[in-house]
């Protein structure tokens, strides 16, 4: 790292700590104060799992004003859009990052394709035990993913897989919620500060219905259709071979107004394209 790099980022990091200090507070047990500085400070060689998402993406920031050692792990399935991973890539090159890229097939975990009600459940435990895998073979002991406080623990099959897996969650742990992860983010330049959510490409399936490669493909390329005409969290769900979008009432306007082509496209891998009037947002 250069000097002058150095500097911006010794300036950068005062910033991004007085910008955060505020935010960051929450109790542990016994009543003592706990923020990011601090977690890192206990954990100074940390693995990461991330996503390329606003919350995965401010924890490796954090991680790298903080902590001593850190190695991202970022896994590519049939269940992550190739735009995750080019996001990803982008941050890690932006922060100047080590990132590891892993490759799982989400569908030869067993309980998966399936797309049983506790199908996360499952999931996590591939892939997690993957990045496990990975970074205790570089060296790490301690693996850390972007859960935060606003994230509900109570009927998430997910959860239940990261806690037997022994993965700790530090924005969670510190009590920062979605809006103020967005706003430090913002703070500290992040271009995922405003990024959409994105759940995985199995979620727009419902469960029970088999998951193929041939309906994750058909999500992503839809998806990706209606994200490149300027929609912003919208999903496409899908049910034996029909398709049904759910966007924001304020962009029913600009559904209409590409209605042809929207069905032309879609069309090429849906029966029919409905539009569900339960407005979402």
């Known amino acids: 790292m250069s000097e002058g790099a150095r500097i911006r980022r010794s300036s950068d990091q005062c910033a991004f700590y007085y910008a955060a200090e505020a935010l960051w507070g929450d109790e542990r047990e016994g009543g003592e104060s706990m923020n990011l500085k601090e977690f890192f400070q206990e954990n100074p060689k940390v693995a990461i799992a991330f996503s390329g998402g606003v919350d995965s993406a401010y924890l490796l920031y954090a991680a790298m004003q903080y902590a001593n050692t850190v190695r991202a792990?970022?896994?590519?399935?049939?269940?992550?859009?190739?735009?995750?991973?080019?996001?990803a890539k982008r941050l890690a090159k932006e922060l100047d990052a080590d990132v590891k890229i892993l490759s799982v097939s989400a569908l030869s975990i067993p309980g998966v394709k399936e797309?049983?009600?506790n199908r996360c459940y499952?999931?996590?435990?591939?892939?997690?035990?993957?990045?496990?895998?990975?970074?205790k073979e570089d060296g790490f002991e301690v693996l850390l993913d972007g859960t935060n406080a606003s994230d509900d623990a109570g009927d998430r099959p997910g959860m239940k897989a990261l806690q037997e897996l022994s993965v700790r969650s530090p924005l969670r742990e510190c009590g920062l919620t979605k809006n103020q992860i967005r706003l430090l983010s913002k703070e500290a330049g992040l271009f995922t500060w405003d990024k959409s959510a994105y759940a995985c490409l199995a979620t727009r399936i419902p469960t029970d219905e088999l998951?193929?490669?041939?309906k994750l493909a058909a999500t992503e390329a839809a998806e990706g259709y209606l994200f490149s005409l300027g929609f912003r969290d919208f999903r496409v769900r899908a049910k034996d071979g029909h398709a049904r979008i759910q966007l924001p009432e304020a962009q029913w306007e600009l559904l209409m107004r590409h209605r042809a082509e929207i069905l032309k496209e879609l069309k090429q891998y849906y029966v029919t394209v409905?539009?569900?009037?339960e407005v979402r947002g």
Do not use: H, M
């Not at 998951?211 to 041939?214: A, D, I, K, S, W």
């Not at 409905?274 to 009037?277: A, F, N, R, V």
């Open 73 to 87: 792990y970022y896994v590519a399935s049939e269940f992550q859009p190739a735009f995750e991973l080019e996001d």
């Open 274 to 277: 409905s539009l569900d009037l």
């Open 115 to 117: 797309n049983p009600a």
């Open 211 to 214: 998951l193929t490669r041939e």
């Open 122 to 135: 499952f999931c996590k435990q591939g892939i997690f035990g993957t990045i496990w895998k990975a970074a």
